[in-house]
């Protein structure tokens, strides 16, 4: 046999290659057309699956060309992976509405992923992690104090201290000059706006991605250490250039990643990483900071002093997990801490999407100033508590409808975890589910004139009633950190309309569109802030 191969000239070798690769084809399409359960969707290729005609980006292929061309149920590869797309009510509810672990047949975020697995995400964290024991601990910790009403209440204090910041800068630039026509760029603003508020939010420390960002765009630099500037502007540009790239690691098959696009995914990788070992000085040096305290110090309730004392002789009771009793390691609170901050990141989007709209619509927008000035008079800088937010149904309308014609999270997913029938097929444990959320808040079954914008729509109707509009999942695994952003949201647009107005550059501007690692994005958005005459 060793003789044999020796003697194989170059002709031998192309035509036992070809045999080989032909070989593997037929099996390939063989499996294919005998496959179970047949779904419509376009026919792949061997090892890359539908990557070449679909791209990475889930998003934008699965709500915009997979469900009109092949209706609510279709299938599609990513590599070997399969994947089914759902976009019926029925079946999207079926997956998101089941509220206790026991009964869910949809626990799982991913089944095995090689991209996730190399990132560390799989047996830790929240999102991505299925090891369903360490996820309801740390599932747990987080909806106690991302949703309790003390946390929320604290946290208006940071978003108002943000605001004031952000205004100073815009200032600066001159937006206060009467008739100044200084352009805004909305998506830059608020994704350093955001990102510094997540950070401040999670980490307790303060975050300098605005004043960096506001050195690079102008001349008048500020007082700040070059060091600090540095430090946010980076971290958030690698966590932007991450998150970018998360498609590519999640769907291209490693065999690809790590030889043809070898060079990029370590970049990628090392970035990840990179943010890691960030997000890791801090936390060893928050426990240092809460070593030094005297053990009878009153912590204060941020979320990273809560994950470092629960279960130690400085919790103070407020997280209870139940019969878990060992404290989290560092490793796992960076794990959290970097999905907690990707989070942040629909935030971002959702801001620039919200003061486009309101541009385009200066009606909604005048109605919603009225109500702002109703609830809080006519006032540069208001005091927001909690309870008033509660007053401010019009602007929570102006929220809904913004995140239903224009979801910064289009489509989601869910694995099962036993055998499940959807559509009329059954499903074995671990099939991926993609649902499309921007196609049922967008259905003309389900929505008046669902093209045009109309808070009035969730003005008088109680929300469970609409059940086609998604915007956080739901059930069992409901995005933790829902009531947070409805409440900076909210704030933001208070302290904004209570000092300013606003004016797009041109009249009736198109909102572009992006996507960025499974977030659709505001591309460009350019305005004039105008300070208010009081
Ligand atoms: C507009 C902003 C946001 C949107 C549209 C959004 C949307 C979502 C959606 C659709 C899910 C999947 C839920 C499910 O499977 O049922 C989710 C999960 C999650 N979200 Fe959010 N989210 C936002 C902001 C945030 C923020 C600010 C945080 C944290 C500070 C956060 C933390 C999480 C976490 C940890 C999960 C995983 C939950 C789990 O798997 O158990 N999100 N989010």
């Known amino acids: 046999m060793v003789q044999l191969y020796l003697n194989m000239n170059t002709i031998d070798w192309i035509m036992v290659s070809s045999l080989v690769i032909g070989a593997y084809v037929l099996r390939y399409y063989y499996n294919y057309f005998t496959r179970k359960n047949p779904l419509p969707g376009p026919i792949p290729f061997p090892i890359v699956g539908n990557l070449l005609q679909l791209g990475i980006d889930i998003s934008k292929m699965m709500a915009r060309y997979l469900d009109s061309k092949y209706g609510n149920i279709s299938e599609a590869y990513f590599g070997s992976h399969r994947s089914i797309f759902v976009s019926g009510l029925d079946d999207v509810e079926k997956i998101y509405s089941p509220t206790s672990i026991k009964f869910n047949s949809f626990m799982h975020r991913f089944s095995t992923n090689e991209g996730i697995s190399e990132l560390g995400l799989e047996k830790s964290g929240v999102m991505f992690n299925r090891d369903l024991k360490d996820w309801s601990i ?160 009153e912590l204060p309730s941020d979320l990273l002093t809560l994950m470092i004392t629960t279960n130690t002789s400085r919790d103070q009771n407020k997280v209870r997990l139940g019969e878990y009793s060992e404290p989290l390691s560092d490793s796992s609170i960076c ?140 059930g069992v695994r409901h995005c933790p950190g829902r009531f947070l952003v409805m409440i900076q949201l909210k704030t933001f647009l208070v302290r904004f309309f209570s000092k300013y107005d606003i004016e797009s550059t041109v009249s009736n501007q198109s909102i572009i569109k992006g996507f960025v690692g499974g977030i659709t994005n505001c591309e460009k958005f350019d305005v004039y802030i105008k300070p208010k005459k009081i």
Request: with cysteine.
């Open 138 to 297: 740390n599932r747990r910790m987080l909806t106690q104090t991302l949703m309790s009403t003390v946390f929320l209440r604290n946290n208006i204090k940071l978003i108002e201290k943000n605001c004031d910041d952000l205004f100073q800068y815009w200032d600066l630039i001159g937006v206060t000059v009467h008739d100044n026509r200084t352009v805004i760029e909305v998506p830059n603003w608020m994704r350093v706006f955001s990102n510094d508020l997540i950070l401040e939010t999670i980490m307790n420390k303060k975050s300098y991605a605005k004043a960096s960002y506001f050195n690079h765009i102008t001349d008048k630099k500020l007082d700040i250490p070059q060091h600090l500037l540095k430090q946010s502007g980076d971290l958030i540009e690698n966590l932007y250039v991450a998150l970018k790239s998360g498609m590519f690691i999640i769907n291209v098959p490693g065999c690809i990643r790590h030889t043809i696009f070898k060079y990029f995914n370590d970049m990628i990788v090392g970035l990840f990483y990179g943010v890691e070992d960030v997000i890791d000085k801090r936390v060893k040096e928050r426990r240092q900071e809460i070593e030094s305290m005297p053990v009878e110090t």
């Open 335 to 474: 794990k959290i801490i970097v999905e907690l901050i990707v989070g942040g990141n629909s935030t971002t989007a959702s801001l620039s999407f919200i003061l486009a709209y309101l541009c385009n619509h200066p009606k909604v927008k005048d109605r919603l100033v009225k109500e702002i000035e109703q609830v809080y008079g006519v006032n540069l800088s208001p005091t927001i508590t909690f309870e008033s937010l509660d007053k401010l149904r019009y602007c929570e309308a102006v929220l809904h409808e913004t995140a239903r014609i224009c979801p910064t999270i289009e489509v989601f997913f869910r694995t099962s975890s036993n055998r499940v029938e959807l559509c009329g097929y059954t499903f074995e444990p671990n099939t991926l589910f993609w649902t499309n959320f921007y196609r049922l808040n967008n259905h003309e079954n389900y929505w008046v004139e669902p093209e045009v914008f109309n808070p009035d729509r969730f003005l008088n109707n109680d929300l469970k009633k609409l059940k086609a509009y998604y915007q956080f999942g739901g």
